[in-house]
């Protein structure tokens, strides 16, 4: 499908006009769907709900959105939204036909996501989903209990952030074993073949990647994973595996740490180092964080992270281990 875009800071063209050309020429609004979040972190008191939607009906020139999602949840942030009389909002606008489809994308644990998909009658949800995440905050358990439920998923980082496009060398031989799709494509052959995928959401940079994107979503079928793609994901996530440093799944139930230590985050920098050879990469984001995070080093040994660790992780000698790499 083409289309032409026009820049919103376009002193040259008028918003009435704009928005005849956009709405009028080859009837292109009944031609695509418009999509966009509400940034809960923005809304203080209920007539924000109103005030942040009408600003991107504005901003995107429509009368009314195809899908809208709540942006980025976790419980905290999801329990923060409620007692403001979320529910109450989504039921009035899209009872006023204002958007058609109304959804959440998701930051935590799988139990989190159970709590939060049986709360609402949503239309879809958007969690995050790779070969190598499958047992990370939703998952493959949270897609499931949503195709149980009926309620379509989109997928975000299907490439984890392009990671998945340059795997390590062991890996891409792997691959050449049995295909000649890309690393990147190979990424994407995963999620696309799940059922219950209404899209999957990949960063492309370039017309190559674009092209790349567009042949696989047209061309990988539901449920078509050969036996060599099924064992080529065991396998390169078994190779993954191997190269973390500490099994850390980020489910932060070690927080808040007695003196404040980021502890899920120093132990993404440290497995990153290796997983993905960003050791410099990794360095420079510990440096920062440092800035206003608390050091390992500071860490007085109380305990009380691994006792209620989910992975039984030495915690406390990773951290040292941790802040020996990174600093």
Known sequence: MRF??????????????????ILEANNLRDKIYLTTKLPCWLVKEKKDFYKLLNEHLENLRTDHLDFYLLHSLDIKRFNEMVD??????????????????????????????????????WDFCQIKLNYLDINYQAGLKGYKLAKDMGIPVAIMEPIKGSRLANPPEKISD?????????????????????????????????????RENIHMASSVDYNSLSKDDIDFYEKALFIYKLKEQIGCTAYEYCLPCTVEINIPKVFSLWNNAYLYDESKKSRKQYKDYLKNGVSPIECIECGKCEEICLQNLEIIEGLKKANAFLA
Do not use: R
């Open 174 to 210: 792997l691959l050449k074993d049995f295909t000649d799709l890309s690393p990147a494509q190979e990424a994407l052959k995963f999620p696309l073949s799940l059922d219950n995928v209404m899209t999957v959401l990949s960063g492309m940079n370039d017309m190559n990647q674009i």
């Open 4 to 21: 032409n875009t026009i820049d919103n800071d376009n002193s040259k063209i008028d918003k009435e006009t704009s928005s005849k050309i």
């Open 84 to 121: 403001l009389g979320v529910f109450e909002f989504l039921d009035e606008i899209k009872e006023k036909g204002l958007f058609k489809n109304v959804g959440f994308s998701f930051h935590d644990e799988y139990s989190s996501f159970e709590k939060i998909i049986k709360s609402y009658g």
